[in-house]
């Protein structure tokens, strides 16, 4: 039973337009959502997160958007840049806090120079 | 920032052998870490998660006596992959969390079982 999905296994960008990665979730416990950045054989990283209270968070080129009614958030980057070029996670979990996140599948997100 | 440190990053073993993943938080006390395993293009699957001086919590399919999991301090936790297996191949990781939140990743072990 995969709660969290990223239905695109990849996604092409040219650079400097946006990039729009999307994830689905089902359980409706999930209350916080986050982005993770990862390359191969490395540690994801974190890029940004969202509650459950909020409908938009940005930090810098990152931007979440959370619609909770649809159970679907998703990450803009804009404007893309050929660094951006990683597999984007996206996780979720019960609480804010040491708790265990459920992650999607991962998007490859390849920025064309 | 939250520095989350593993040894080694990668390790070759002989089947039937066991071996020890390391990971500590260097710069904070981590009151619970994450075990995690990812296969090939795939997601990362939760295997089991540790509070320090308690037992494990592993997730339902993964053994636990298989994957022995300690947690001795605030900056250290232990997966033991017991009599490994060539199916045990895969990359580890660990994230270290503070009674706070925030998930923060190690970099990641490779197993490679012949």
Redesign the interface.
Known sequence: DQQVKQNSPSLSVQEGRISILNCDYTNSMFDYFLWYKKYPAEGPTFLISISSIKDKNEDGRFTVFLNKSAKHLSLHIVPSQPGDSAVYFCAASQFQGAQKLVFGQGTRLTINP | GAV?S?HPSRVICKSGTSVKIECRSLDFQA??M?WYRQFPK?????MA?SNEGSKATYEQGVEKDKFLINHASLTLSTLTVTSAHPEDSS?Y?C?A????????????T?LTVT
């Open positions: 989350v593993q009151t619970t994450f795939k997601s990362l699957m939760l998660t990359f990781i994230s969390s503070r009674t706070s939140g925030g998930h923060y990743f190690g970099p990641g490779r």
